[in-house]
């Protein structure tokens, strides 16, 4: 009995020094990943993912704890470390997990329409397939070819970042680095190559903490404490010398940013529309009278509209067949529509500009105004989501129509071509533009964005550059937003955070209309200056400061996560189909 105890002991110690020693041809790993052993609770892929989701929700509003951002992505790591994943189909169940993170993120989706409800869902199990994504492509570098964790998970994390924020709806929004933008001096580095930039280095600290939560069992290096401490040491004295030598120039123009309180409805509500537009249009004199010196007011998108949008009549369109007017009764309406819409501008230009006191002097306010432009003809008819540059004497001067249209909300996929798609569907289609504006107001040349326009970086970068291109240098960013669609959610949070961070990556000023909030100003450097409360009726007076510094995103743009997105398919190929030896 004794004799074989003696055994099996012997036998156990000489597994254990196999297991201790690498595997002959296996790739020497850094001190920071060497022989990870996490914990059992760690291993299954599907309450890994959770605690990772759930971590990674509570990074954003409503709870908002920015530094469990950096410990998010802990448990999607060690899982990346296991030497196997356990369960007959475990990347299935990181995805539902993982869909189930993104569900509680994105709620806010849902609210307006009950037809949201499958937008809600198809989006955000669309999203959650880039963390099994990154858990596979990683653990393929990994554990077949031999690259570094510390190397391998960032590149890849940071190359599905680029791929989910340019194909194949551009859904840029609730990024890793967007976790940390109440912090300034965190979010500075988003000028070297975009926000990605702070989601490559958070996920190098989390590979590096993984390395001491999970360590190898014999000793505990002092090394993935030190790469840690390393990446956030270095992000911070760049912060700083970044926020330090931001100009303090002088003011060249006071802008006054409108907010008013009404949330989306799918009903036809006359009375609501028109009831929307007093509403602004009383915001828009009262900031007039408190503030004689204003050099603009924006319009949040489609505000000036109330229940008659611009409209050019190119030619008049026959009468629809079941109109019980003949045709040119229809014409007439027409005009009148037409007609209606000038004297508005007019009306209210006029009674912003006066005087509100005899001794009062005139004011010499433009006005940026969200609506929508209708263009008919006789045989085709199209809108476009537009803004107005509105002259103080009423006068329309210029036109921004909306480029990047929204999923959903500005048009449904198909819903043109099937009957069954378009019943159902709670919107109608806009026709995009096709061209960035840079409205001239005073001293200031500003340049128009509209609702989620601003969540697209490519997009900001390339109308930036256009208009320089042109001649045109662009003093601040301009996004005027009908945020209504969200009720007041954490969606609202979420898309302030992109305007904040196009702010960073260009270094302009970013100022935000929005209807029901969040309106906001930001410099180039991302610290917000003021902020209103969601559905909360007010106006921010805003002195625009030009910023004029460069940056290496402007530069080069994603050209670095381009790159490493390249990265992904090389390790998918290479691991699917290269000679390295699968761990699983």
């Known amino acids: 009995m004794g004799k074989g105890a003696h055994s099996r002991r012997r036998r156990n110690r000489n597994r254990a020094e196999q297991t201790d020693r690498p595997a002959a041809g296996e790739s020497a790993q850094s001190e920071v990943t060497n022989s990870w052993q996490p914990s059992r609770v760690l291993q299954r892929p599907f309450v890994a993912t959770f605690i990772g989701?759930?971590?990674?929700?509570?990074?954003?509003?409503?709870?908002?704890?920015?530094l469990l951002g950096w410990l998010a992505p802990l448990p999607w790591v060690a899982l990346i470390a296991a030497e196997k994943l356990p369960g007959k189909r475990p990347y299935l169940a990181i995805w539902v997990a993982a869909s189930c993170g993104w569900l509680a993120i994105l709620q806010g989706v849902r609210l307006p329409f009950w037809a949201l409800y499958f937008g809600w869902f198809i989006l955000s199990v669309y999203v959650a397939v880039y963390i099994p994504l990154f858990i596979a492509m990683t653990r393929w570098a990994y554990h077949r070819l031999g690259v570094p964790l510390l190397i391998a998970a960032p590149l890849t994390w940071a190359g599905l970042e680029y791929i989910r924020g340019h194909y194949p709806v551009s859904f840029a929004v609730a990024l890793l680095g967007h976790t940390q933008v109440r912090i300034p001096h965190m979010i500075q580095v988003a000028d070297i190559g975009?926000?990605?930039t702070l989601s490559f280095l958070m996920m190098s600290v989390a590979v590096a903490l993984t390395g001491v939560i999970c360590p190898n069992g014999r000793r505990r290096s002092w090394v993935p404490i030190a790469v840690a401490s390393g990446v956030v040491a270095l992000t911070l004295g760049y912060g700083q010398w970044r926020l330090q030598t931001a100009p303090q120039g002088e003011p060249i123009g006071k802008v006054a940013l409108l907010q008013g309180t009404f949330n989306t409805v799918f009903e036809s509500d006359s009375k609501r529309n028109w009831a929307i537009f007093e509403q602004y249009f009383t915001l828009a004199r009262d900031a007039s009278q408190?503030?004689?010196?204003?050099?603009?007011?924006?319009?949040?998108?489609s505000t000036f509209s109330g229940n008659n949008p611009e409209m050019h009549i190119l030619s008049f369109p026959k009468v629809p067949a079941d109109a019980p007017i003949d045709q040119a009764t229809y014409e007439a309406n027409l005009n009148a529509r037409v007609q209606e819409f000038q004297s508005r501008v007019q009306s209210v230009a006029r009674l912003v500009n006066s005087p509100s006191a005899p001794d009062d002097p005139h004011r010499n306010i433009t006005m940026i105004a969200g609506t929508e432009t209708w263009y008919?003809?006789?045989?085709?008819?199209?809108?476009h989501n537009s803004a107005l540059l509105i002259q103080p004497d009423g006068t329309i001067t210029d036109r921004?129509?909306?480029?990047?249209?929204?999923?959903i909300g500005e048009y449904i996929p198909l819903a043109d071509k099937i009957d069954g798609i378009r019943k159902i569907s709670p919107v109608q289609g806009i026709k995009?533009?096709?061209?960035?504006?840079?409205?001239?107001?005073?001293?200031m040349t500003l340049m128009p964005n509209i609702c989620f326009e601003s969540t697209v970086p490519q997009l900001v970068r390339g109308q930036l550059a256009t208009l320089d291109y042109d001649g045109e240098p662009v003093d601040a960013i301009v996004n005027m937003s009908h945020d209504g669609w969200f009720w007041g959610s954490s969606i609202l949070d979420l898309h302030m955070a992109c305007g904040v961070f196009r702010a960073v990556e260009n270094r302009v000023p970013f100022l935000a209309a929005a209807n029901p909030g969040l309106t906001f100003s930001c410099d180039g450097s991302g610290r917000i200056g003021q902020m209103l409360a969601r559905e909360k009726r007010g106006v921010v007076v805003v002195e625009v400061r030009r910023d004029g510094r460069w940056s290496l995103y402007q530069v080069w743009g994603d050209a670095p996560w381009l790159f490493a997105a390249i990265l992904c398919f090389f390790f998918v190929c290479m691991g699917r189909f290269g000679r390295g030896k699968a761990a699983e």
Do not use: C
């Open 290 to 301: 408190q503030n004689a010196d204003l050099d603009a007011i924006i319009w949040p998108e």
């Open 53 to 66: 989701a759930a971590l990674y929700w509570a990074s954003f509003p409503p709870l908002g704890l920015s």
């Open 194 to 196: 975009g926000a990605v």
């Open 400 to 407: 921004y129509f909306k480029m990047h249209r929204v999923l």
């Open 376 to 383: 008919l003809s006789e045989t085709d008819q199209h809108v």
């Open 432 to 443: 995009p533009g096709d061209e960035p504006k840079g409205f001239r107001v005073g001293s």
